[in-house]
């Protein structure tokens, strides 16, 4: 066994111990939510608008059953809406 073995090995628990309770420790953990500023809200609204599109390309091409379609783009709708009342009282 090399002389460098234990020290490694305390190295690697070390680490393993930091990176178990990193997290855990911390004062403030940071919301997995993306903050809602100006330009991540403009960037959702652009998706939505595009998975609207591609719902109604599926359903042109009868992928989709007309109950599927319409809850799903109802959702979709007013997701929007709510993001461009976040947009508007941001102004």
């Given amino acids: 066994m090399s002389p460098l073995a234990p020290w490694i090995t305390l190295l690697l628990f070390l680490w393993l111990v930091w990176y178990v309770l990193d997290p855990v ?4 953990i940071e ?9 991540s809200l403009e960037i959702r609204k652009r998706a939505l608008y595009r998975q609207i599109k591609e719902l109604d390309m599926d359903w042109e091409i009868g992928n989709l059953t007309e109950e599927d379609y319409t809850q799903s783009r ?3 709708k ?5 993001i461009m009342q ?6």
């Fill in 25 to 28: 420790l911390r004062p403030e």
């Fill in 31 to 39: 919301s997995l939510e993306e903050e809602d500023t100006r330009e």
């Fill in 74 to 76: 109802l959702e979709l």
């Fill in 78 to 82: 007013q997701e929007v809406a709510d």
């Fill in 86 to 91: 976040k947009l508007k009282r941001m102004r």
